[in-house]
């Protein structure tokens, strides 16, 4: 089985620095994926991590763990344009690959 | 590049009837996702499709069914609908099933249930 796990919304200030979480659970693991979704719009690809370690892409980075089943995209020097929901998606080991997504996190930025 | 295109952006159809979405995915790439989307459920995977054979299958009822073509592109068929379809159904494409490689997503179809 599968369970990803991920805050439900979260509220940041223009400007300062978020970090959103996501804990998994699965029985074969090749890689996290984090997208971007802003409202009434199709989800854009943000990062991919296999490894341990931090990826950083510009005010986006991707952190992940392996061994604690644990992620995070932090966003720094928020924009209000950065409000949307971020979407933390697990890519499964095997012949073809499955990608299964988290329930997302509302991300709001206030002045 | 054209992107993943989705037609048609909306429907409204009414319970018991059949619905059939078309997803045209990004030219090169041969495999096509489709997930539900709802409020409280978030993205819901339905099936996978490469070469024109389904590859992975979400929980879904067997009222909701694929098919791939020689082209890539992509049908879902929804038959009997009721009032819990409704939902914004989304199409990724991506280059393979292996690796890293990301899904590109079309804008959806809304689908209404009345």
């Known amino acids: 089985g599968q369970n990803i796990d991920q805050p439900t919304e979260m509220t940041a200030t223009e400007g300062a620095i978020v970090q959103i979480n996501c804990t998994y659970q699965?029985?074969?693991?090749?890689?996290l994926f984090w997208y971007q979704q802003h409202a009434g719009e199709a989800p854009t690809f943000l990062s991919y991590?296999?490894?341990?370690g931090l990826e950083e892409k510009g005010r986006f980075s991707s952190f992940l763990s392996r061994s604690k089943g644990y992620s995070y995209l932090l966003l720094k020097e928020l924009q209000m344009k950065d409000s949307a929901s971020y979407l933390c998606?697990?890519?499964?080991?095997?012949?073809?690959?499955?990608?299964?997504f988290g329930t997302g996190t509302k991300l709001q930025v206030i002045p | 590049k054209a992107g993943v295109t989705q037609t048609p952006r909306y429907l409204i159809k009414t319970r018991g009837q059949q619905v059939t979405l078309s997803c045209s995915p990004i030219?090169?790439?041969?495999?096509v996702s489709w997930y539900q989307q709802t409020p409280g459920q978030g993205l819901q995977f339905l099936f996978e499709?490469?070469?024109?054979?389904?590859?992975n299958k979400g929980n879904f009822p067997g009222r909701f069914s694929g098919r791939q073509f020689s082209n890539s592109r992509s049908e879902m068929n929804v038959s009997t609908l009721e009032l819990g379809d409704s939902a914004l159904y989304l199409c990724?494409?991506?280059?393979?099933?292996?690796?890293?490689?990301?899904?590109?997503f079309g804008d959806g179809t809304r689908l209404s249930i009345l």
């Open positions: 991590n296999v490894l341990d």
């Open positions: 030219s090169g790439h041969r495999s």
């Open positions: 998606a697990v890519l499964n080991s095997g012949g073809y690959q499955k990608v299964t």
């Open positions: 499709y490469f070469s024109e054979t389904q590859r």
């Open positions: 990724a494409s991506r280059a393979g099933t292996g690796g890293g490689q990301p899904q590109h």
């Open positions: 699965t029985s074969g693991f090749n890689g």
